[in-house]
Structures are given as C-alpha cells and as structure tokens.
C-alpha cells in the first residue's frame, strides 16, 4: 500500500509540475499519462544513445537523467558535459511528431522510473482524444519553432544574417525523405 501511495504521489508531481503539460488542463494530463508506460532503469544505464531513432518522450517520475553528447569516437575527450534532469522533467518530445535521431545519449544518474510515451501510445491518443492530440502537436510545434529560433540567432551571431537565412531555406527545399 506504501509502495502505491508513493507511485501515485510522483505521478501527481510529473502531472502537475511538468513544464511540458503546463498547457493540458488537468484531466487532460490524466487521460494523456494513462498512455504512458512505466520503466525502471538502474544507475549507470542509458536509455537511449545519441543517433538512435526517436521512438517517444519520457517524464521523469523518480531519479535523475543526464543527458550527454558523445561528439566523435567514445573516447572520453569526445564526451561533453550534458545536462541533468530531474524528477518531473520531459525529454524526447520531438521524436513524437517528427521523423529525428537522437541529439544525445540519455544516462541515468541514478535508479530511475520513467513514464514512456511513444509514437503508437500517440496514435491511440489521436483516436480517443484528438483535442489532446492536437494541442499535444501544438505543443511540440511552439518547442521546435524556438530551438529554431534559437538556432538561427546562433548561427547568425557566429556568421552573419545572409548564412542563417540561407540555411534556413536550403533546409525548407531539401526534397523530402520518404
């Protein structure tokens, strides 16, 4: 009974303190993280590595995730410094509604339980619920409209205007992958 009042109680956290359902009301998150799939995963292990396919997003219920880049051939001089999430923290959501490979590896910093969401658990949500979808793909839109952003101010603050632009459209008439 313990063990389940503590397991309620960390999915409420993830729920209501997760930045990135702060938009879903709250029964909204409910019927959203009852698609989720619980996964433990012990200290040290990775749940996913850099240029891996993106398969889904997950909220981080209990433990701590580094999420790290590996930027040539393993050796400990290509490891960069990542970022550390923490219990209620999300990662992953792009690989939901676009076709990407993992930026980084994601290591567990300590023994960790995950709420999964994948592309299927996404399909089912489009069929009972295609508000929450739909505000869902929203969601992920306005996240990847300001890495863009961002990207661009980046790339024009280390070169110039003409480059960032030309980027920009290169990448807008790439033809597309099937």
Same mark, same amino acid.
């Given at each position: 009974? +313990?063990? #389940?009042? %503590?397991r309620i +109680?960390? *999915?409420?956290? @993830?729920?209501? #303190?997760s930045k990135f359902l702060k938009n879903f009301s709250p029964a909204e998150r409910y019927e959203?993280? /009852?698609?989720?799939?619980?996964? #433990?995963f012990k200290e040290g292990e990775y749940v996913f590595y850099r240029n891996d396919p993106g398969t889904g997003m997950y909220f981080i219920e209990e433990g701590?995730?580094? &999420?790290?880049?590996?930027?040539?051939?393993?050796?400990?001089?290509d490891i960069r410094e990542g970022f @550390?999430?923490?219990? $209620?923290?999300s990662f992953g959501a792009l690989s939901i509604g676009y076709d990407l490979r993992r930026k980084s590896s994601a290591k567990c910093l300590s023994d960790s339980t995950l709420l999964g969401?994948?592309?299927p658990d996404f399909? @089912?949500?489009?069929?009972?619920?295609?508000?929450?979808? @739909? %505000?869902? &793909?929203q969601t992920l839109t306005n996240i990847a409209l300001? *890495?863009?952003?961002?990207? /661009?101010? %980046?790339?024009?603050? &280390? $070169?110039d205007a003409y480059t960032a632009v030309k980027i920009e459209f290169d990448a807008y008439y790439e033809p597309q992958k099937e």
């Amino acid at each position: 009974m +313990k063990d #389940k009042f %503590k397991r309620i +109680k960390n *999915q409420t956290n @993830v729920v209501f #303190k997760s930045k990135f359902l702060k938009n879903f009301s709250p029964a909204e998150r409910y019927e959203f993280l /009852q698609l989720c799939h619980r996964r #433990k995963f012990k200290e040290g292990e990775y749940v996913f590595y850099r240029n891996d396919p993106g398969t889904g997003m997950y909220f981080i219920e209990e433990g701590s995730i580094e &999420l790290t880049f590996n930027l040539g051939d393993d050796s400990p001089s290509d490891i960069r410094e990542g970022f @550390v999430l923490e219990s $209620s923290d999300s990662f992953g959501a792009l690989s939901i509604g676009y076709d990407l490979r993992r930026k980084s590896s994601a290591k567990c910093l300590s023994d960790s339980t995950l709420l999964g969401f994948f592309k299927p658990d996404f399909e @089912v949500l489009m069929e009972r619920h295609p508000a929450i979808a @739909v %505000k869902f &793909l929203q969601t992920l839109t306005n996240i990847a409209l300001r *890495q863009l952003e961002t990207a /661009q101010n %980046k790339i024009e603050e &280390l $070169s110039d205007a003409y480059t960032a632009v030309k980027i920009e459209f290169d990448a807008y008439y790439e033809p597309q992958k099937e």
